[in-house]
Structure formats: C-alpha cells, structure tokens
C-alpha cells in the first residue's frame, strides 16, 4: 500500500502545527486573543517609557484591551503613536484621553479615561488624545533629588558641628551634672516616700483629731441659744444707753455733779484748802493743839 504523505511532509506539517500553536501560546500569555475581534485606536504620546507591546489598557481598573503596536512618528517628531486594540463591545466617546501610569507590579499600562458625558463617539482608527501622568520615580527625580542635592553640602557642616558638640568638654559636664541631678532626685524621692510612709499617716491622725474637736465645738455651739444672747446683749446695750443719758442730764443729781462747773469749783477750792490746813498742821502743830500735863 502506497502511503498519502511522505516522511518529510509528516514532519512538515507537525513543525507548522507547532509553530502555529507556539504563536499562539506567545500571544495568549501576552494577552493577545487572536480570535477576539477588536476596535483599533491611535494614541499619540511624547514618552512611552517602559511601556510595551501587550501592555494592558484600562478603563476603572478594568483591563479592556492591550497595546498592539508602538511607533515612532517621524513625520512628528517628540510624539510617539501607540496602537491599542479594545474589545469589540467597548464605545470610546469623543473627548475621551489616555494616560500613562506605571507600578512597581504590572508595569506601564494606559488607563483610558472615557468622557461619559457626551452621546458622540470615535470611529475606528481615530487618534485618542494621550497624556503622561508622574510616576513615583519621575517625582523622586523632579521634586525630592534636587532637594537632596542642596541639603547634602549642609549635611556635612551639620555632622561637623554636631561632632564639635559631642566632644566638647561642657556636654560631659553637663552630663556629669545631670547625674548628680538625678542622685539627688532619687535621694529626695527616697525622703519623699518616707515622708510619706511615716510622717503623713500621723499627721493625718492629728487632723482627724482635730477635725473631730471642731465637731465638738460645732455641737456646742449649735446648742448656744444666740437669741436669747443675743437679746441680753441688746438690753445691756440699751441700760447703758439710760445711764449715759442720765449722766449727761443736768437735772438729776449724777448730771449736776457731773456737769455742773461750780460744782467742780467748789470741790476744787474746798481740796486746795484742806491742802493747805494739813500742810500747816504739819508745820505749826502747837497752833492746834494744847498738851498740859498740869
């Protein structure tokens, strides 16, 4: 029996086979289905920087598509045109931009942002507008770096004077000190917990001691009857009050000998003259008085 295929067109099919399956393979780990139509649209960019063929493109961190293509536009220079490929179902609305993000995970990758708000749409082909956003790393180099480069000439004096500052001869004085500081704050804490222990209970004895004598005197005198003090102390007040009034009354007999001027004179006279009869009583005695024995 005659055989239909040959040694050498067996082993060329399988070789094409497996090539074919191999593209395959290759393009679905890239993410490419070959069988899934897809829109294609034009982005233009300045800088593709670490984006490549199969990257994804996102809409709500949803992946919709990938990059299929990524060509220098000579005709432009400065701008780069990447082609994506979207699924099928997927309407891009006019006004709609994509930009260029990248993590440290999956990469660069386009996060198509779509304009919901008109009713109109891109046709097939059509060039979407593309923009970069700052990447962690661009930021680290625009923004923190030259930051970092004006800081480091000063970063050496800083470490200079701070070592001028540690070896100097007051920093170990004032540490000497600082110890002394806190033995003697030990040693007053140490007081100060004796003190507390031993003194303060007996002194909060005493002050009980004599809270509870204030008790005692507080009883009492809540038991003094202060109204009836009180109103013997006003009819006192008021007797005095009479007593003063009749010694400055000149019509009774304490008023006039209290205030009567001739009065005063008299006695007055009446005193300097016994005064003067004692004194010569004193002096001539013989003219008073008369002793015979016979």
Same mark, same amino acid.
């Given at each position: 029996m005659k055989k239909v295929f040959t040694k050498e067109v067996t082993i060329a099919v399988i070789t094409i086979i497996s090539l074919v399956i191999l593209f395959l393979g290759l393009n679905y780990m890239k993410g490419i289905n070959l069988f899934q139509p897809a829109n294609y649209y034009y982005i233009s960019l300045s800088n593709v920087s670490e984006l490549q063929n199969s990257s994804p493109v996102l809409v709500d961190g949803f992946k919709v598509g990938?990059?299929?293509?990524? =060509?220098?536009?000579?005709?432009?220079?400065?701008?780069?045109?990447?082609?994506?490929?979207?699924d099928k179902d997927l309407k891009v609305q006019?006004?709609?931009?994509?930009?260029?993000?990248?993590?440290?995970?999956?990469?660069?990758? %386009?996060?198509?942002?779509?304009n919901?708000?008109?009713?109109?749409?891109?046709?097939?082909?059509?060039?979407?507008?593309?923009?970069?956003?700052?990447?962690?790393?661009?930021?680290?180099?625009?923004?923190?770096?030259?930051?970092?480069?004006?800081?480091?000439?000063?970063?050496?004096?800083?470490?200079?004077?701070? =070592?001028?500052?540690?070896?100097?001869?007051?920093?170990?004085?004032?540490l000497n000190h600082i110890e002394a500081t806190t033995a003697d704050l030990q040693k007053s804490s140490a007081? %100060?917990?004796?003190?507390?222990?031993n003194d303060i209970p007996a002194i909060a004895s005493h002050l009980n001691t004599v809270s509870s004598d204030f008790s005692v005197v507080s009883g009492n005198l809540k038991a003094? +009857?202060? =109204?009836?003090?009180?109103?013997?102390? +006003?009819?006192l007040l008021n007797n005095m009050n009479q007593i003063s009034q009749q010694l400055n009354n000149p019509t009774n007999s304490l008023g006039l000998l209290l205030n009567d001027r001739t009065l005063y004179d008299h006695l007055d006279s009446t005193a300097y003259n016994a005064s003067k009869l004692f004194l010569d009583l004193k002096e001539r005695p013989k003219r008073y008085v008369h002793f015979s024995l016979f």
């Open positions: 990938i990059v299929n293509d990524i =060509q220098y536009d000579y005709n432009h220079p400065g701008h780069i045109v990447v082609q994506i490929g979207l006019t006004g709609s931009y994509a930009e260029l993000k990248s993590n440290l995970t999956a990469g660069a990758y %386009l996060d198509l942002k779509l919901t708000y008109v009713g109109s749409y891109c046709a097939i082909g059509d060039t979407i507008q593309g923009v970069a956003a700052i990447g962690m790393m661009d930021k680290l180099s625009t923004d923190i770096l030259p930051q970092i480069e004006q800081i480091l000439p000063r970063l050496d004096s800083i470490l200079l004077g701070i =070592q001028v500052l540690v070896n100097h001869p007051a920093l170990n004085q004032s007081q %100060l917990s004796g003190l507390l222990a003094v +009857d202060f =109204q009836r003090t009180f109103s013997s102390v +006003d009819t």
